[in-house]
């Protein structure tokens, strides 16, 4: 049976643009339910990312992930490995033990000013596996590899996940077929969206059919989902990984 990972990046405090503007959180991460939902629906386990200290989970939140088998991981803001290691602290204050990490990408606003200036600081280069290493992670979620892999540095390792296909990226998310040829063709396919997403936001259209699709395929096909936390332990557990 196929193994698949489906990765929900946790970005933004709410599911409308304007609230986030004005950073105003009076309905803070309620869209999480809907992914809830989802999750019941097709029986598909998640691997939920959140922004520290920009969306930390409530306990209503955590314990909503827990009643789905979803697991907890770190959307890491950071650029070196003492900012990484007081977001995962952060987080593990709230959730209990960490074990993997994945990096925030550039926002539309970084990227529009990218454009106006080319100062490339407003796009920095995100975290590396080594800085997760480094930051006492177990797994690592933004490889460039087509099949788990351990990094090694010393005494130290850390599994890197294989890239991710997005389900919702700008300015039009990957046609169905492309959808279906990586999850067939991919050893280990991982799947990423974001859930502020799902509804329509700002001038963004809703992606909830296109999400559907994804899970009633993964159902069809008979694909097993499993979270980033799970194979990680399976592959350790089975000694079935490279090691470089």
Not at 68 to 76: C, F, K, N, P, R
Request: proline share 6%.
């Amino acid at each position: 049976m196929k193994n698949v990972i489906v990765r929900v990046d946790v970005d933004t405090p709410t599911d409308s643009l304007l609230l986030n503007k004005l950073k105003l959180k009076k309905v803070y991460l309620k869209y999480l339910f809907d992914v809830f939902g989802l999750s019941r629906e097709y029986g598909v386990k998640l691997s939920f990312m959140f922004r520290v200290p920009l969306t930390v989970p409530s306990d209503e939140i955590v314990r909503g992930i827990q009643d789905v088998d979803g697991e907890i991981a770190l959307h890491s803001e950071g650029f070196s490995v003492d900012i990484i290691m007081r977001e995962k602290k952060l987080l593990e204050e709230r959730v209990g033990e960490v074990f993997g990490v994945s990096y925030h990408g550039c926002d539309l606003d970084d990227n529009v000013l990218y454009k106006l200036t080319r100062n490339r600081r407003i796009i920095q280069v995100s975290g590396t596996p080594f800085h997760s290493m480094l930051a006492g992670f177990k797994y690592h979620a933004d490889g460039c590899c087509e099949k788990p892999t351990y990094l090694r540095f010393g005494n130290r390792k850390i599994m890197v996940f294989p890239h991710h296909l997005t389900l919702d990226k700008p300015p039009h998310p990957p046609p169905k077929e492309k959808v279906e040829e990586f999850l067939t063709k991919e050893p280990l396919p991982v799947l990423m969206f974001h859930p502020n997403y799902l509804k329509r936001y700002g001038f963004r259209k809703p992606t909830l059919s296109g999400i559907r699709e994804v899970f009633n395929y993964i159902n069809k096909m008979g694909y097993a989902t499993r979270t980033f936390k799970e194979m990680y332990l399976r592959l350790v557990g089975s000694g079935d990984v490279e090691m470089v």
